[in-house]
């Protein structure tokens, strides 16, 4: 069973709200992964962290989004200003460094 | 680009029967393949992973076969159960410098097994 803790399992934001979600990874593990999976059921890669260095990201993180993985503190995503079509569900995964990847829970976003 | 297929969108079946899920994937790169299992309202669980060409991986009844020859990674299981109902999906990773990298998901293959 995955070891990664995600929080807050259930955002609520108002359009145009900052909403910002926290990821745990399974102990040991330095690559981090960061994928939104929309209501139909499609899946979006964001962006992956090696220890705390991006190692691959998308353009669609765009301005409004971003994402970080300090050490000894949780990773994070943030969305600065929320829309409507950022309702999606927020999958943090880890992974040992030539492994596959564990998945969270999930932080399940809805923009009112 | 890297990418995978997933043709079946919905699989119906009766429980004890056989099913196949296909799985084909394009890449000029060494891959790495994952099948994850998703249950309603849960996160994605790995069930299958292989890099290596012609051998059968095995799993909770699952198995797969990685060949690179068809670029497939077909998912099987001999006897479905009412448990197995699911959402499945095919997953192509490579090689990124010194880690794997992100997860190339196929759409999703849902299976529905009915008594």
């Known amino acids: 069973n995955s070891k990664v803790i995600q929080t807050p399992r259930y955002l609520v934001k108002g359009q145009g709200q900052k909403a910002k979600m926290r990821c745990i990874p399974e102990?040991?593990?330095?690559?981090v992964f960061w994928y939104q999976q929309n209501k139909n059921n499609e899946f979006k890669f964001l962006i992956n962290?090696?220890?705390?260095?991006?190692?691959?990201q998308i353009d669609m993180t765009e301005k409004r989004f971003s994402a970080e993985c300090p050490s000894n503190s949780p990773c994070s995503l943030e969305i600065q200003s929320s829309e409507a079509g950022d309702s999606a569900l927020y999958l943090c995964?880890?992974?040992?460094?030539?492994?596959?990847?564990?998945f969270g829970p999930g932080t399940r976003l809805t923009v009112l | 680009g890297d990418s995978v297929t997933q043709t079946e969108g919905l699989v119906t079946l009766t429980k004890g029967l056989p099913v196949m899920l296909n799985c084909t994937y394009q890449?000029?790169?060494?891959?790495?393949l994952f099948w994850y299992v998703q249950h309603l309202n849960e996160a994605p669980k790995l069930l299958l992973k292989?890099?290596?060409?012609?051998k059968r991986t095995e799993h909770q009844g699952f198995y797969a076969t990685l060949h690179k020859s068809s670029s497939s990674f077909h998912l099987q299981k001999s006897s479905v159960q009412l448990s197995d109902s699911a959402l499945y999906f095919c997953?192509?990773?490579?090689?990124?410098?010194?880690?794997?990298?992100?997860?190339?998901f196929g759409a999703g293959t849902q299976l529905i097994v009915i008594p």
């Open positions: 102990k040991g593990h330095p690559v």
């Open positions: 890449t000029t790169y060494s891959p790495f």
């Open positions: 962290f090696q220890n705390q260095e991006v190692l691959q």
């Open positions: 997953a192509l990773s490579l090689y990124r410098g010194s880690a794997l990298g992100r997860l190339h």
């Open positions: 995964a880890s992974a040992g460094q030539y492994a596959e990847q564990f």
């Open positions: 292989s890099s290596t060409d012609n």
